[in-house]
């Protein structure tokens, strides 16, 4: 009797991330809709559906949108820590992964390279016309954080006399410079994409970008979103974000390639020729680099 193959870690935990999903998030309605559809449109109920049933949907009601995306948020952390843990070969570290949670704007100041942030806010807090200059220029609320803690002393010279107390006592990694952890990864989830979903991953990316002192994280979204049209609103194009994620790219070409639709197959071809979109499987190894 042939025995059965054994999955792979990743090949696991993407099972795992679907069946969480399935349990709260990913439900088809009374009137066949999927929970991740435009029910006013036809393509993307079709291809919600279809994604749907390649991984066993059964009927429920939609949960509201807030529930939805906080959900979805606490299920894509869930997979990176089973799976980005396991990584310690290729990538070593003391990390933190948590669902932000909350929609603190300062957040993101409770790391090295955006602790400054804190001095800006006190600075503006006071002079509403310095407020007005600068703006929303520094607001950047991700939903999943990935950090690394610093690296002491002792650590950093286990192996070698790598480090003294006259030389590189500016770096980050070293604790004794400074107690924040170093922000590895900002992670936007979007169960679905609209038009303004879209324009404020990219607007909190850019800030990211423009605000940080040092190391630039990964620039991540992550989302369940059916429409290659939509998509590509969000992943075509480079220098402010990394890539997006699909949660199930795989059935998601699947379903594009039965409705027999050329045009939408061939926009998310180019978007995945290009690296603009990758599945949620590609994540975690993307996350080592």
Request: glycine letters at 4%; charged letters at 25%; aromatic letters at 4%.
């Amino acid at each position: 009797m042939k025995k059965n193959k054994k999955l792979s870690v990743i090949n696991e935990a993407r099972i795992n991330f679907h069946k969480s999903l399935l349990k709260s998030v990913l439900t088809i309605d009374s009137k066949g809709v999927p929970s991740n559809a435009d029910k006013d449109q036809k393509s993307s109920v079709l291809y919600a559906k279809s994604i749907a049933e390649q991984l066993k949907t059964e009927v429920g009601e939609r949960l509201a949108g807030q529930s939805s995306g906080h959900q979805f948020e606490q299920i894509v952390a869930s997979f990176i820590q089973e799976t980005f843990t396991q990584l310690h070969h290729l990538r070593p570290g003391k990390w933190q992964i948590f669902q932000v949670g909350s929609r603190n704007r300062l957040k993101i100041a409770e790391y090295s390279q955006y602790e400054h942030l804190i001095l800006l806010q006190n600075a503006t807090k006071d002079k509403p016309e310095l407020a007005a200059s600068l703006g929303n220029d520094y607001t950047i609320t991700p939903d999943v954080i990935i950090a690394r803690e610093r690296e002491t002393d002792e650590f950093i010279n286990s192996e070698a006399l790598i480090i003294d107390n006259d030389l590189a006592l500016l770096s980050d990694i070293r604790l004794s410079n400074g107690k924040s952890p170093i922000l590895h990864a900002s992670i936007s989830t979007k169960w679905t994409l609209r038009s303004d979903r879209a324009q404020n991953a990219r607007s909190e990316a850019l800030n990211l970008i423009r605000n940080r002192k040092g190391k630039l994280p990964h620039v991540i979204v992550v989302t369940g979103e059916p429409t290659p049209s939509r998509l590509a609103s969000i992943a075509l194009g480079t220098g402010d974000i990394d890539c997006v994620y699909h949660f199930a790219l795989n059935e998601l070409k699947t379903a594009i390639k039965e409705s027999g639709n050329d045009e939408a197959l061939n926009m998310l071809q180019i978007m995945i020729d290009g690296k603009r979109l990758k599945d949620i499987s590609d994540l975690p190894l993307d996350l080592a680099i």
